[in-house]
């Protein structure tokens, strides 16, 4: 004990960085768990915000979709119409799925970890699980399943694009926002059919070295890419005019 309180008596100092120490630790726990409770918070907004609209588009189907161009067709029966309505969501998907233009100013319809995307996911998922195959005679109840999937699809699309058209590229950093900046332009010239196929072969791969780690690219969306950077510009054969058909060497 006298020996604890000699080594108190001389290094009293030592208090004080250890202080600064755990204060500092106290406060980066505080901002993780405040983090953590914002979070949870987050999940549960999106979560009532998909409940209200499912149950808004189940009393008023009219509202579901508000911004799609497609429409209902009154020819087409309840199952044909309602799968025409899963195939318009699945093709506006596509949009942000195949198109690496849009995947860069859309950056979180392609993040799972978005809780509004991945909510979208999960129900397509389920549409995709409850769809009948094509002939096959369905009960009132698995139409009726079928439909309230479907629904549940297009609401999820809806707010997941919205939220990530709000949210655009502010989940990423100064220096990262650069990078996709950098990346679009490079990817105007790579799909540029005025541009060589050097060139744009060369802004195709610094494309993908400016997208490295920033946006994950599916291997459909780089084919497509990739067939629209290999266009070999073909420059139109002239005509000969009237003239020179006749006049010609031969002609002579």
Same mark, same amino acid.
């Given at each position: 004990?006298?020996?604890?309180?000699?080594?108190?008596?001389?290094?009293?100092?030592?208090?004080?960085?250890?202080?600064?120490?755990?204060?500092?630790?106290?406060?980066?726990?505080?901002?993780?768990?405040?983090? %953590?409770?914002?979070?949870?918070?987050?999940? @549960?907004?999106?979560?009532?915000?998909?409940?209200? +609209?499912?149950? $808004?588009?189940?009393?008023?189907?009219?509202? &579901?979709?508000?911004?799609?161009?497609?429409?209902?067709?009154?020819?087409? *029966?309840?199952?044909?119409?309602?799968?025409?309505?899963?195939?318009?969501?699945?093709?506006?998907?596509?949009?942000?799925? =195949?198109?690496?233009?849009?995947?860069?100013?859309?950056?979180?319809?392609?993040?799972?970890?978005?809780?509004?995307?991945?909510?979208?996911?999960?129900?397509?998922?389920?549409?995709?699980? @409850?769809?009948? +195959?094509?002939?096959?005679?369905? *009960? $009132?109840?698995?139409?009726?399943?079928?439909?309230?999937? &479907?629904?549940?699809?297009? &609401? +999820?699309?809806? =707010?997941?694009?919205?939220?990530?058209?709000?949210?655009?590229?502010?989940?990423?950093?100064? +220096?990262? %926002?650069?990078?996709?900046?950098?990346?679009?332009?490079?990817?105007?010239?790579?799909?540029?059919?005025?541009?060589?196929?050097?060139?744009?072969?060369?802004?195709?791969?610094? &494309?993908?070295?400016? =997208?490295?780690?920033?946006?994950?690219? *599916?291997?459909?969306?780089?084919?497509? =890419?990739?067939?629209?950077?290999?266009?070999?510009?073909?420059?139109?054969?002239?005509?000969?005019?009237?003239?020179?058909?006749?006049?010609?060497?031969?002609? $002579?």
């Amino acid at each position: 004990m006298d020996q604890f309180w000699g080594f108190a008596a001389h290094y009293w100092w030592l208090a004080f960085p250890l202080f600064g120490v755990v204060a500092a630790a106290g406060r980066g726990w505080e901002r993780n768990a405040r983090r %953590r409770h914002e979070r949870r918070l987050e999940v @549960l907004r999106t979560k009532g915000e998909i409940r209200a +609209a499912q149950i $808004a588009a189940r009393k008023d189907p009219k509202a &579901v979709g508000s911004a799609r161009p497609a429409q209902k067709d009154a020819a087409l *029966s309840p199952l044909a119409q309602l799968f025409a309505d899963h195939d318009e969501v699945r093709r506006r998907w596509l949009e942000y799925e =195949l198109d690496v233009s849009k995947a860069i100013a859309y950056p979180a319809m392609s993040d799972g970890r978005q809780p509004l995307t991945a909510a979208f996911l999960r129900a397509g998922k389920k549409a995709d699980r @409850l769809r009948p +195959a094509e002939g096959r005679k369905v *009960s $009132a109840d698995e139409l009726r399943e079928y439909r309230e999937a &479907v629904t549940d699809y297009e &609401v +999820a699309f809806d =707010l997941a694009e919205r939220d990530a058209r709000r949210l655009r590229d502010s989940g990423f950093t100064e +220096a990262e %926002r650069k990078r996709l900046h950098t990346a679009q332009q490079l990817l105007t010239v790579a799909v540029d059919e005025a541009a060589t196929p050097a060139e744009r072969q060369l802004a195709y791969q610094r &494309v993908r070295e400016e =997208l490295d780690g920033l946006i994950s690219l *599916s291997d459909e969306a780089l084919d497509v =890419l990739e067939k629209k950077v290999a266009l070999e510009i073909t420059a139109p054969k002239a005509t000969p005019t009237a003239h020179e058909a006749t006049s010609g060497p031969d002609r $002579a």
